[in-house]
């Protein structure tokens, strides 16, 4: 496949950007990248007007959620888990998991996420639906001590690691909830797992102010200072949230190489709080982009969290220069790969690396003119102007039009799902 | 004109949804409304699976400078206006503002916005392209006292005013720019042409914390207190910003009936402050919303301040509650309505009203399902959702086909535009 005539955003480490050039893609692999290549290929995407982008990666949501999107909005936190949430996901089939997610895959792919980090139960129906979408999931059977051990223990994660099948695109990981769900015993069982495969942890860490009380009052310690305690930080650690930690808690997490997942949306529609990501970014913490859920969002659309991450830093910290336009893309997608340790397979346009490659359609009124092209994709476009999509060298949107579902289909049968499940109450 | 089958926000003062409705409409007016209307029409436009909203009401913007979208984003406030915004507004050109305002409009058009309130320099050009595209305009020439008085002055604004062609679509007010860039010589007078002409002005007030500090020590009051002081707060007074007003401030403009135009992207991305927003609905304050302009943006998107606005209370206050997303939707309808004295004309779908409609596809995967239409219109719906768009009576876009601009011309003469002013430098 030969893209040509598109403005490379590369995310490389020297951040260039080639006007007018073309990407070679053999396989699943970019082969070649340049301008003008001198390559015969049948299959020529023309990105004339367009910028070429390393796909969107998020690194933390749970996409089965997609069928309570709204159900339950602008209510206290406790009062949305306790009274709507769990009484719902305590009803889940494995069925209304494989088009929850399939339905996210669908809007994920609409707005260029091509990898995303999900944490939820029925895992092998979210699995299902990303070896049906050609998307590519980072995927964690949530484990906690609260609901049986066969629905959401490491039994439950046992049985998932042994059915999924592997692959490029399905990478199975291990998902102890957090510190406040999870006993010692469990989260240390988690990692043991972890170590003996070689793989990532994702977990819930330090999200509201409430979880840091508690955690003092429990431990003693806040709970990055605990989880230090039980030597559970290190570089295979993903934490989602990170919005209460203090300065001697992000030092730690630097030390030990921990990856962050910075939800700015969910953080203020829940008004968790305002993460301190500048300081996070300056202490040399490797801080990626995540939705969260659908339904403390709505969206799963990165550029939406690339504005809210920057214009939050900006207005809290009074400073409009903190987390520029670059910095901002920079989290959406080489920090995705680096915190889900796939960065030498992903997140960026580079030779050798996996051809997951989005196409930005730039003639658009809002994108007119176009004086800086980091500044337009961060603070002016919108996941619609997402042209094309590309996972693992092959194509999942082209114009717009979806090649891998269908569309109507899973929008009609969500529907279903949810009155189905609504009906169960 | 008959829309039939739609769901229908009206945003009357029951806030009133009918589920499957029909609106009529015959020339500007909004004639019946109910279900099944047993019309014979030839312009039938069916709703099915949308939602129809009145327009969105945008209260403050400057149209013009999205010559200047993403020129010079992320630096010092000081910095990007003395170095980067003014040098190039000194050389602007009346067609730079015709086609740069002709931009905006197609950008507005397509976000749903029926109606802007505009301030800027050239202002009979703008008014040009409200009067090209279609959409509905309150527009200001600005008088400040730096500027040469026959390009920002009292003299400029008189001349508008005498060419400009009133009408239903075209709303000439009177725009001093703010206590710090008019001496209070200018203030009155722009006052009394007001009154005299029973018109609205438009301001900027109590934007950044500098300018409070600023008329403390040349005043001895805070801004707020030095525009009461001097007669100019009532009812026809629209205050773009308000970040930094205290109690007594929200008290004094609430006493006087003066409209606030709320502009949260602008001041998270200029790192202005947040506003009490809360605070000021609590106190009755007309409360609407703004994009500013689309340097300090990059958008112009009601959609997104409807959103930002909403998380930024909820986060800044700790209290997911706030603002709900029907308040937010009020704001930028109904309240911009009031907000421009319009709301007998204006701002929701109700019987003698002018047809300002826009209809909203629901059949979208991130507005599906279904479960809170408010929800989904603020916390997931995006500017590319809006399918179809009524201002006046006449259909401006139908299908996201623009039926009044051409597009690809005007975006072409934009960049060209862009280049030309620059080649100026």
């Known amino acids: 496949m030969l893209i040509k005539n598109a403005m490379i955003i590369t995310m490389d480490s020297n951040r260039r950007v080639i006007k007018n050039g073309d990407i070679y893609i053999e396989d699943n692999k970019i082969i070649k990248i340049g301008k003008s290549l001198d390559i015969k290929d049948n299959e020529i995407i023309d990105a004339k007007g367009?910028?070429?982008?390393?796909?969107?990666?998020?690194?933390?949501?749970?996409?089965?959620?997609?069928?309570?999107?709204?159900?339950?909005?602008?209510?206290?936190?406790?009062?949305?888990?306790?009274?709507?949430?769990?009484?719902?996901?305590?009803?889940?089939?494995?069925?209304?998991?494989?088009?929850?997610?399939?339905?996210?895959?669908l809007e994920m792919i609409r707005a260029g996420i091509t990898t995303f980090s999900d944490m939820y139960f029925y895992m092998n129906q979210v699995a299902k639906a990303v070896e049906d979408s050609g998307i590519r999931g980072v995927l964690s059977y949530v484990i906690n001590d609260i609901m049986p051990e066969n629905f959401a223990g490491m039994t439950a994660t046992k049985r998932f690691l042994n059915q999924v099948k592997k692959s490029d695109r399905i990478i199975p990981i291990i998902g102890p909830h957090s510190p406040y769900a999870c006993s010692k015993e469990t989260l240390q069982k988690a990692k043991e797992l972890a170590d003996d495969l070689k793989t990532l942890i994702h977990?819930?860490?330090?999200?509201?102010?409430?979880?840091?009380?508690?955690?003092?009052?429990?431990?003693?310690?806040?709970?990055?200072?605990?989880?230090?305690?039980?030597?559970?930080?290190?570089s295979n650690l993903e934490i989602a949230h990170c919005v209460w930690v203090n300065d001697d808690e992000i030092k730690m997490l630097a030390k030990n190489n921990v990856k962050i997942s910075h939800c700015p949306v969910s953080n203020m529609k829940l008004a968790s709080g305002i993460a301190p990501l500048k300081h996070m970014l300056d202490n040399d913490l490797i801080v990626s982009l995540g939705s969260d859920g659908p339904c403390s969002n709505?969206?799963?659309?990165?550029?939406?969290?690339?504005?809210?991450?920057?214009?939050?830093?900006?207005?809290?910290?009074?400073?409009?220069?903190?987390?520029?336009?670059e910095k901002a893309l920079e989290m959406a997608t080489i920090n995705g790969a680096r915190a889900l340790r796939l960065d030498n397979k992903l997140g960026s346009i580079e030779v050798g690396k996996l051809a997951d490659i989005i196409l930005i359609d730039l003639k658009k009124p809002h994108l007119t003119p176009l004086h800086n092209i980091f500044s337009h994709l961060?603070?002016?476009?919108?996941a619609s102007d997402v042209d094309t999509v590309i996972c693992n060298g092959k194509i999942l949107m082209r114009n717009r039009k979806l090649l891998t579902l269908n569309e109507n289909e899973i929008m009609e049968k969500a529907e279903l799902a949810k009155e189905d499940l609504f009906g169960r109450k």
Not at 209 to 229: A, D, M, V
Request: with cysteine.
């Open 50 to 105: 367009m910028a070429a982008l390393p796909g969107f990666i998020k690194t933390h949501t749970h996409s089965s959620m997609t069928l309570l999107r709204g159900y339950a909005d602008d209510l206290p936190l406790m009062k949305w888990l306790k009274e709507y949430i769990w009484p719902l996901e305590a009803l889940l089939k494995p069925e209304d998991c494989y088009i929850g997610s399939k339905l996210a895959c």
């Open 203 to 234: 977990i819930h860490v330090s999200e509201t102010k409430e979880e840091i009380e508690e955690s003092k009052k429990k431990f003693g310690l806040r709970p990055i200072e605990y989880l230090n305690s039980i030597g559970f930080l290190d």
């Open 298 to 325: 709505n969206r799963l659309d990165m550029i939406q969290e690339m504005k809210f991450s920057s214009l939050l830093q900006k207005v809290s910290l009074g400073d409009p220069t903190v987390i520029p336009a």
């Open 378 to 382: 961060v603070y002016a476009a919108q």
